[in-house]
């Protein structure tokens, strides 16, 4: 094994001899990545003839379970790699550990998010520092991503010597592996002794390698739900803004109708009546005529009106939730041909301001939903508040349904409106729950946490 080696450093003599076109810097890399190999050659060789006791195999267990039940407490990606980088350092005993990110050679800077130290070896530059590019940090990312094994630095049975940013925080040896997490770039991780110059054994660099594989799973891990939680978060806003631009639309079309159509109708009804008080004994069919024209008029105004009721009620935004509802109730009756049990036991100051729209629009999402598929007879609906809590309930005696089948159905209009109640609901704090049945009626339930501000 060792005559393969030094046959493949002969050999890349004299490649170096014969191609004058590469540059210093390729060469060296050459020689080191060619270096690296024949330390591997040399410890499996050495591996070969080592008999492993129990006590090493023990501890090996021990390392790796301390390894696992980081991972496992912590959900928190700073918590868990900072709380990781201790646990390293502890098992191989040096004075700095970390994890560097990206591990990419065309990387303009690196940053050290994550490490743990000694006190007598601090690291020069804090978490959000930027490193700058260098010679060496390029080298290293290169020599890294190059191979799966632990790349030793900084002694004369080392790949190369410590780079000058890593002497800087007093590194005198250093040992390396990439990390090849399931998103995002690759990222290095690192042992630093400070105190002394030292030759890493070729069962510590095993642990490290088989650590690093396992840091590599939590890094996916917690990589991904971070993504989908700032992903959700983004959703989240980007929904938030949507049904706020909503209800800015709603507005500024009830006020436009209000303003713009109501008035023309309503004049126009005033107009028709007033030539029918002054025309002087008209004739059957023009008074026909221009009664069937005010009576359109004022169809017309009333139309109108309940159209600006039902996209931004006035009463909402002068008198608030309690107001609006009664009055939309008042109206829902009389369309629905429906008994409304009302149970609200609540003032307008108790509900916090930022909820009060979503609460007039979930009940009313509810409430046409009942008039429109549940063929109920009654409906109660519920405002009442326990403690920190304010709630919100539309219950029916009508024909139910089942949620699951209705889940599947995108298409169903039911479905639509109670993916809009939903989505209301998450959008302001609350938590939505229906319970339904066919045959035994529907619940629609809402609850909200009070903050005292």
């Known amino acids: 094994m060792l005559n393969c080696a030094e046959n493949k450093w002969n050999k890349f003599l004299l490649i170096m001899k014969n191609d004058e076109s590469k540059s210093k810097a390729e060469l060296l890399y050459e020689m080191r990545l060619l270096r690296l190999e024949n330390l591997k050659l040399t410890e499996q060789l050495a591996v070969d003839c080592e008999v492993f006791d129990d006590r090493r195999q023990v501890r090996y267990l021990e390392n790796i379970a301390l390894i696992d039940k ?13 709380s990781l980088m201790k646990i390293i350092r502890s098992i191989f005993q040096c004075e700095q550990t970390w994890l560097l990110y990206p591990c990419d050679p065309n990387a303009l800077s690196w940053q050290v998010p994550y490490r743990s ?3 007598e070896f601090p690291i020069p530059f804090g978490p959000e520092d930027k490193l700058p590019a260098t010679g060496d940090l390029v080298e290293n990312c290169k020599l890294a991503l190059g191979t799966e094994e632990p ?19 007093a590194a005198k040896s250093a040992l390396l592996i990439s990390l090849h997490p399931k998103v995002g770039r690759p990222w290095l991780m690192g042992l630093h002794q400070c105190s002394e110059e030292r030759v ?15 840091i590599c799973d939590a890094l996916s891990t917690t990589l991904f739900y971070r993504d989908l939680e700032n992903n959700q978060k ?6 938030t803004q949507l049904v706020q631009s909503q209800e800015d639309e709603r507005k500024r079309l009830a006020e436009e109708i209000h303003d713009e159509l109501s008035q023309a109708a309503l004049a126009m009804k005033v107009g028709v009546e007033n030539a029918i008080y002054l025309l002087d004994n008209p004739s059957e069919p023009v008074r026909r005529s221009l009664q069937g024209a005010a009576n359109l008029s004022k169809s017309i105004v009333d139309k109108m009106r309940q159209m600006q009721t039902s996209l931004y009620p006035p009463t909402l935004r002068d008198f608030g939730v309690i107001t609006a509802l009664n009055g939309f109730l008042d109206d829902y009756a009389n369309i629905y041909q429906v008994e409304i049990r009302r149970g609200i036991h609540v003032t307008e100051s108790v509900i916090p301001h930022q909820i009060r729209v979503p609460v007039f629009r979930i009940a009313q999402e509810a409430l046409y939903n009942a008039g429109k598929h549940s063929h109920a007879n009654s409906v109660t609906v519920v405002l009442d ?10 219950v029916d005696d009508g024909c139910g349904f089942d949620p699951n089948t209705l889940l599947e159905n995108h298409e169903s ?13 998450d959008m302001s704090g609350g938590k939505l729950r229906i319970e339904s049945h066919p045959g035994c009626g529907t619940s629609v339930q809402c609850a909200w946490k009070v903050v005292e501000s």
């Open 385 to 394: 508040s326990l403690h920190d809590q304010f709630f919100l309930e539309i």
């Open 151 to 169: 790349i030793p630095l900084g002694i004369s049975s080392s790949v190369k010597e410590v780079p000058e940013e890593a002497r800087d925080a």
């Open 234 to 239: 983004r959703l989240k806003h980007l929904s």
């Open 413 to 425: 209009k039911l479905g639509l409106g109670i993916n809009s109640m939903r989505e209301r609901a």
């Open 200 to 214: 890493w054994s070729p069962e510590e660099k095993r642990m490290f390698q088989d650590i690093s594989g396992r």
């Open 70 to 82: 980081a991972i496992r407490q912590n959900t928190v990606m700073e918590d868990m790699m900072n």
């Open 117 to 119: 130290f000694s006190t």
